[in-house]
């Protein structure tokens, strides 16, 4: 089978960062008005109280995909190239970013909120397994990344990195069946620990 030939990152860097963009747009587009504004005077407490609901999946969405964009950044800045199964397997991984948005629309609603966050955490799930997988073909398959570190050493540390997100994603949504916020809280907090990338790969 003939070798992936090496492609210029930039153009898919570039098209990565403006999906991600339109991501985020989308979804602060999904916040709701109530019905009735137009025509009833609402006090700051009863607009803060229909609209909280809608804004705690949206903050969290929010950083989730910010912190992969952090991480998708740090990421090809270690690549001296792409090819063909990165682009795709890239693609695939914003496919997965994009199956965020609708959930978490759903999720700021009043009803069937239990079914809406089973249906966001398990695209967080999804998600978390493209990126890793995204990230093992870079790292031990494509022969494109650069590192200072022994693939052993590197190894290991993306062994604990699997763990970590799928694991916890997984165990958030088993607590959904006990209560979803704390479902989301633990996705939350999960995520805050990613926002200062790791310096070790």
């Known amino acids: 089978m003939k070798k992936d030939s090496i492609i210029d990152k930039s153009r898919l860097e570039n098209f990565s960062d403006g999906v991600i963009a339109i ?7 999904a916040f709701k008005i109530p019905d009735d504004y137009l025509v009833k005077d609402y006090s700051i407490l009863e607009f803060l109280n229909f609209l909280i609901p809608q804004l705690i999946p949206y903050a969290i969405s929010f950083l989730v995909i910010a912190v992969h964009l952090i991480n998708h950044h740090i990421l090809f ?10 682009i795709w397997l890239n693609l695939l991984f ?3 970013l994009s199956l965020i948005v609708y959930p978490t629309a759903l999720l700021g609603q ?6 809406s966050a089973m249906l966001l955490v398990g695209a967080y799930f999804f998600k978390a397994l493209t990126f890793r997988i995204l990230h093992h073909y870079a790292i031990f398959k494509s022969g494109l990344y650069k590192s200072s570190r022994t693939k052993k050493e590197l190894r290991r540390i993306a062994l604990i990195n699997w763990i ?3 694991v916890v994603e997984l165990l958030a949504f088993f607590l959904i069946f006990f ?23």
């Open 94 to 96: 914003l496919f997965s």
């Open 179 to 201: 209560n979803f916020k704390l479902s989301l809280a633990l996705i939350f907090v999960m995520t805050l620990t990613y926002i200062f990338p790791s310096k070790k790969m």
């Open 110 to 115: 009043t009803h069937n909120q239990e079914t």
């Open 77 to 86: 800045t270690r690549m001296k190239g792409v090819n063909t199964t990165f």
């Open 164 to 166: 970590k997100g799928p």
């Open 23 to 29: 991501l985020i747009t989308i979804l602060v587009m």
